[in-house]
Each structure stands twice: as structure tokens, then as C-alpha cells.
């Protein structure tokens, strides 16, 4: 799948806030579990670093992440780096 920051910007959102899956599922995604690296977990296909909420990924020299901030401030942020 190929994906514009645009695209990015409205799935995140869309990812934490719970339009895209039953309450049950969403609840099992945001239980995170630790990933041996501070302040870093992982659940279903959820990212959690130091309180933002996304989605990671990486092909062989290229990765990109899209996140969100907490709830009481929401901000996305979504960038590629070639690795």
C-alpha cells in the first residue's frame, strides 16, 4: 500500500479516536505492552512513544511513522525517513 501524508493525517485520527473498530478491539489495541526500550510499548498494530499514539513501519531503506499526541492536546505528525 502506498500512502500520502494526507492520507496519513486523516487514518491516524481515525486509528486512536475509535471509528475504525468495535469498542472491544479498540480497548485490546491501546493496551500496550512494554518493548524494553524507556518509554516505548507496543499492543495491536499501535505504537506508543513517550505518549504519542501511531503506526510505524519500514521497507529496506525506507521508514515512516504517524502519530498522534494525547488527547487533551491532539496534533498528528507523520514523516518519512530514508534509512
Do not use: F, K
Request: one cysteine or more; proline letters at 10%.
Amino acid at each position: 500500500m502506498v500512502s500520502r501524508t494526507q492520507d496519513l493525517r486523516r487514518w491516524v485520527p481515525a486509528l486512536l479516536d475509535g471509528r475504525l473498530l468495535t469498542a472491544r478491539t479498540q480497548a485490546e489495541r491501546l493496551h500496550t505492552l512494554p518493548t524494553g526500550v524507556p518509554r516505548i510499548s507496543y499492543g495491536l498494530g499501535l505504537l506508543d512513544t513517550y505518549g504519542w499514539l501511531g503506526h510505524n513501519g519500514d521497507l529496506p531503506g525506507y521508514a515512516a511513522i504517524a502519530v498522534q499526541s494525547p488527547p487533551t492536546r491532539p496534533r498528528s505528525s507523520c514523516w518519512s525517513i530514508p534509512t
